[in-house]
């Protein structure tokens, strides 16, 4: 079965130092693999993926994300943070045979405050 | 149409009474997804479609929530006889297809309150 865990509720960093939002995942097959970003009374926003290929990707607004098979992890970064980036963080997989029909699951979010 | 759309985007509505949500997908996108987000927590899976099928309804809370997709477009999520633990926002996405390596698009959702 496909699941997705975000251990850390929350994560408070100070604005311009890096920040880590983590994920792992557990599913069959080769994952993809998602970011999204809820800001207050907004819809989810698409952030980054990793399908295949190099292991770190770089997303919207200076995200990226590394994905590790060994630990079946996609934690995603920010060198520098900005007080704007707070917000709700959600990761997500889809996963299963290939061709298959797959559903997207999310795991239960990461709330993000970035400290002035 | 641009973007997926929700209608409505607030329903209060009194326990017992059936509503019905709509989703209006991206066109082209034969995948869509239901979830449902309590305030400020995380998306729980409902149903998704591939086209007008739908290969996994597991996520569904009980036999009072149905969700039907015709034309391989709209679907409409039905929850019949509300409780007040019903209340959340259902929030429905699109994608390209369920098994490509597609991101999802999600629509602002419907924010339902059971009274």
């Known amino acids: 079965a496909q699941s997705v865990a975000q251990p850390e509720d929350q994560v408070n960093v100070a604005e311009g130092n890096p920040l880590t939002v983590k994920c792992t995942y557990s599913?069959?097959?080769?994952?993809?693999l998602f970011w999204y970003v809820q800001y207050p009374n907004r819809g989810l926003q698409f952030l980054l993926k990793?399908?295949?290929?190099?292991?770190l990707v770089k997303g919207s607004y200076g995200f990226e994300a590394e994905f590790n098979k060994s630990q079946t992890s996609f934690h995603l970064k920010k060198p520098s943070a900005l007080v704007s980036d707070s917000a709700l963080y959600f990761c997500?997989?889809?996963?299963?045979?290939?061709?298959?029909?797959?559903?997207?699951?999310f795991g239960a979010g990461t709330r993000l405050a970035v400290h002035p | 149409g641009a973007g997926v759309s929700q209608s409505p985007s607030n329903k209060v509505t009194e326990k017992g009474k059936d509503v019905e949500l709509r989703c209006d997908p991206i066109?082209?996108?034969?995948?869509l997804y239901w979830y449902r987000q309590s305030l400020g927590q995380g998306l729980e899976f409902l149903i998704y479609?591939?086209?007008?099928?739908?290969?996994?309804k597991s996520g569904l809370p009980s036999d009072r929530f149905s969700a039907e997709r015709t034309g391989g477009s709209v679907s409409t999520l039905t929850i019949q006889r509300t409780q007040q633990e019903d209340s959340a926002v259902y929030l429905c996405?699109?994608?390209?297809?369920?098994?490509?390596?597609?991101?999802?698009?999600f629509g602002q959702g419907t924010r339902l309150t059971v009274v």
């Open positions: 599913v069959s097959g080769n994952p993809y």
């Open positions: 997500a997989v889809r996963g299963g045979p290939k061709g298959g029909y797959n559903k997207l699951i």
């Open positions: 066109s082209g996108h034969t995948a």
């Open positions: 996405a699109s994608s390209l297809g369920s098994a490509e390596p597609t991101e999802a698009f």
């Open positions: 479609f591939q086209g007008n099928s739908a290969p996994d």
């Open positions: 990793y399908i295949t290929g190099d292991n």
